[in-house]
């Protein structure tokens, strides 16, 4: 078979949108010609590599105030630039991943009559699947639950995808602080997390007296805060693309609770503290920690109750040594690695791959 089914992939903003879409795209790459529409100005250009043929619009996230419904019927007019672009493309399927981006493009696509398949990755669909879900040929699903949110849609439980380096086993990077004191890998997500950057900047004193050693991942955030240097127990980055050789090799992960870092920790089997962001639309991220909290694997904290005094306790009683059989043991610590064997696992990118070359066409 000639390689001349062209694919359309829409999947712009935030590592949770961009990185499903990219494990996806490397799993079906020697099947598709792949082309990516992304946003300008967003962290597409910095992940997507130049075989997928980016190309951005200039779209802007709508802002809540008065003007708000005028800023999506702006998002809706871009539909007509997204139907240049899949005809002269010669598109033959729309793969998509929510945000932004994803409403024009599933316009576009079935004014023209172009299969559409999304994938929703959180566990309370976004406002493009809940509204725009119906018009696509399938809904696939990060979370089983998610289904009953969309009784009008094609679902099919598939799964988040995650990168390459989540499937096999990585070294811990020769950068991490060394020594013996348990390993906290603390992630403000893409774009950062300031409330998280904050609370661990206030007890950063009781972690070095307490000997944890700390991986600090800020994010693409401004702040002023991190004048912080890295020391013998702490080293903080911008962002790193071992994340997975972290995760897997540290002792806890404190983090938002986007549906990509959900999927990582049920893989990696990792307990976790999870902080939502509080101001997500019908407050998914709690609803995706609640996931992990329900089985044992988690503790959840409220971003508004949280405090130095609350944050702190919490880990001196995750960490706290308990004599076990002549042993020193985390017993919390490790009742929670228990409780995280227990959350299913998926083959995500198989059971995607499949459902995108079904529409793969003879020429």
Not at 83 to 100: A, D, H, W
Not at 195 to 223: D, P, W, Y
Not at 276 to 301: C, F, R, T, W
């Amino acid at each position: 078979m000639s390689k001349k089914n062209n694919l359309l992939v829409a999947a712009s903003g935030t590592g949770g949108h961009i990185f499903p879409a990219l494990a996806v795209c490397k799993e079906i790459e020697d099947e598709w010609n792949i082309h990516w529409l992304g946003v300008h100005k967003r962290l597409d250009g910095n992940f997507i590599p130049k075989k997928y043929n980016l190309k951005t619009l200039n779209i802007k996230t709508p802002r809540k105030n008065v003007f708000l419904f005028y800023q999506y019927i702006k998002i809706l007019m871009s539909t007509l630039q997204i139907i240049r672009i899949l005809k002269e493309k010669k598109i033959n399927l729309v793969f998509t991943t929510g945000g932004y981006i994803s409403a024009p493009t599933i316009v576009a696509s079935k004014l023209l009559r172009i299969p559409i398949i999304i994938h929703e990755s959180n566990l309370v669909p976004g406002m493009v699947t809940k509204y725009f879900g119906f018009l696509c040929n399938y809904v696939l699903l990060g979370f089983n639950k998610t289904n009953s949110y969309l009784k009008n849609c094609k679902t099919i439980f598939t799964g988040t995808p995650l990168r390459e380096q989540f499937y096999k086993s990585n070294l811990l990077p020769e950068w991490v602080p060394k020594g013996k004191g348990p390993l906290l890998i603390v992630v403000g997500g893409s774009q950062g997390a300031k409330a998280i950057n904050q609370i661990l900047l206030e007890s950063l004193e009781f972690l070095m007296k307490k000997q944890f050693r700390i991986v600090h991942i800020v994010g693409e955030c401004n702040q002023k805060i991190f004048h912080l240097k890295n020391s013998k127990n702490y080293v903080q980055k911008k962002f790193t693309n071992e994340i997975a050789a972290l995760i897997q090799n540290c002792d806890l992960v404190i983090s938002r609770s986007g549906a990509g870092i959900i999927t990582e920790l049920i893989e990696t089997e990792k307990p976790s503290i999870l902080i939502p962001y509080p101001y997500s639309k019908n407050d998914h991220q709690e609803k995706n920690a609640m996931i992990l909290a329900e089985s044992g694997g988690s503790v959840l904290m409220n971003q508004n109750n949280i405090s130095k005094e609350v944050f702190e306790e919490t880990l001196e009683r995750i960490f706290k040594i308990k004599l076990k059989n002549g042993k020193n043991n985390y017993e919390i610590l490790d009742l929670m690695k228990k409780n995280m064997k227990n959350n299913n696992k998926i083959q995500s990118k198989i059971e995607i791959k499949k459902f995108i070359n079904y529409f793969l066409k003879e020429f």
